[in-house]
């Protein structure tokens, strides 16, 4: 047994020092990039209801292409004529027979449907006519959704106001 002690002390050391020259691992690098923060509800507001009157100023100055960058491919759109698609919306637009001269939005709300979908509501007012008819005021609302870090409308629909 004495004479295995010395070979047993021998190999614990060897093995020891094996185990200390050991390179420590580097920390590996995040699978995914660190997510962007959330924006306040006030920002959030801001941001939408600006988009909201761009594609109005598109509808205005009948411009699809507002229509083609803003809307979701899957979106739908609900008023008088019934329910548009996006590709509905985008053809439609040149030949709308409207004349508007100018609009306001106001009484903007957001409620939040979750971190990633936000529905804002307001109403729009616009001086013009459309197939000779003047434009109604609307009380409307827009679903805006986050994909892949862009917001676009999924849905829209318009009531007139009474």
Known sequence: MKRHLPLAALLTIAFASFCFAQPQPAPSPSASPKPKPRMSKAALLKKLSANETALWNAWKNKDPKPFQNWLSADSVMVGEQGVGTKGDIVKMMASMPCDVKSFTLSD???????????????????????????????????????????????SHQETNVK
């Open 108 to 154: 903007w709300k957001l409620t939040m449907v979750d971190a990633d979908a936000a529905m804002i509501t307001y109403k729009g007012v616009a001086d013009g006519t459309c197939g000779g008819q003047p434009i109604p005021a609307t009380w409307a609302s827009s679903l805006w959704v986050q994909r892949k870090g862009k917001w676009t409308a999924f």
